[in-house]
């Protein structure tokens, strides 16, 4: 069992967007994306995160999201779910509703609402919660920027990892990714997922076993590139792909957010479309950026 998490988790993963219109969601260019990304050298899909402007969605929306991706993904692509709700028992509730779709995995995202209650405790106590009643393993989310603050310690991952329904975390903190990987014990069957592309290299390096990447939405085959060439040595041409990565998303994603991400797939060929409200789209002046960007890269005809 072991071996087959282990390789369901191992390389890069695709934070989903979901493709706006007129602010409704166009679940035919969802599918086009799935289609046009299984053809990619990503390892899978997480739909209904951060990128997926999750929060912008009815439940039924999400649902229907999830079904387009499993109904149009290649059936050797991952597919992890985020489920996480602000109550351990809302996140069961949804998680058991997803979980018999097809779903290998639930990211279940650091509570947050009463920030200053979240500690190693109630985290703990939470997440156990719902590993124990979800029909599918867990994984943690970890993002504090998008979750008031909340960080969940190493302490914390040292206890959870032990849990056998607790499988791994998407690490897009400012922390040491290396923090999070030393406090899984050794036994556990725990991996850690840079959820970030300026912290995906040097997570390999320490011991991840992938990433998430908001950059893999629209540049996938060179996000997977950089762990191919760190998994045959070259480290050195590894490190240069990944600082020159690392500079087009700070100048995209980095200024941009989910927006720009957006921008850069309809840039590239794939369905961005529009964020949702209250997420505004990009200036006309901010999109000329991007593709300049893009253009000085060579990544546009």
């Not at 739909?47 to 149009?72: H, M, Q, Y």
């Not at 009643?133 to 504090?144: A, G, H, L, N, Q």
């Not at 406090?183 to 011991?207: C, H, M, R, T, W």
Request: proline share 5%; glycine share 6%; aromatic share 8%.
């Amino acid at each position: 069992m072991s071996n087959e998490i282990k390789n369901k988790l191992t390389g890069v993963f695709i934070p989903v967007t979901t493709p706006f219109v007129n602010q409704k969601i166009d679940y035919s260019k969802l599918e086009a994306n799935i289609h046009k990304w299984n053809a990619s050298k990503v390892r899978g899909y997480m739909p209904l995160g951060s990128n997926g402007e999750f929060r912008s969605l009815t439940d039924e929306e999400a649902i229907k999201v999830v079904e387009v991706v499993v109904k149009n993904r290649a059936k050797d692509k991952t597919l992890i779910v985020g489920t996480g709700r602000e109550s351990a028992w809302a996140t069961i509730e949804f998680t058991k509703k997803v979980a018999d779709m097809g779903i290998d995995f639930a990211s279940v995202l650091t509570p947050h609402y009463f920030a200053s209650k979240m500690n190693d405790d109630a985290l703990i106590r939470f997440y156990t919660e719902v590993a124990d009643k979800s029909p599918v393993p867990i994984m943690i989310y970890c993002v504090p920027k998008s979750a008031n603050g909340v960080l969940i310690s190493p302490k914390a991952i040292s206890v959870l990892a032990q849990h056998p329904n607790i499988v791994g975390m998407k690490d897009s903190s400012k922390e040491k990714i290396e923090n999070f990987i030393n406090a899984v014990p050794e036994d556990a069957e725990f991996y850690v997922l840079s959820g970030s592309i300026n912290k995906f290299l040097e997570g390999l390096q320490k011991g991840a076993v992938g990433g998430v990447l908001s950059m893999a939405n629209y540049l996938p085959d060179l996000c997977c590139e950089i762990k191919e060439l760190f998994n045959a040595g070259k480290y050195h041409e590894a490190e240069m792909l990944s600082n020159k990565l690392r500079k087009i998303n700070e100048r995209i994603s980095g200024r941009g957010g989910v927006a720009a991400v957006k921008v850069a797939m309809n840039l590239v060929g794939y369905c961005g479309t529009e964020p949702r409200l209250p997420l505004l789209p990009l200036k006309e002046n901010e999109v000329e950026e991007i593709k300049e960007v893009l253009k000085e890269e060579g990544l546009l005809a």
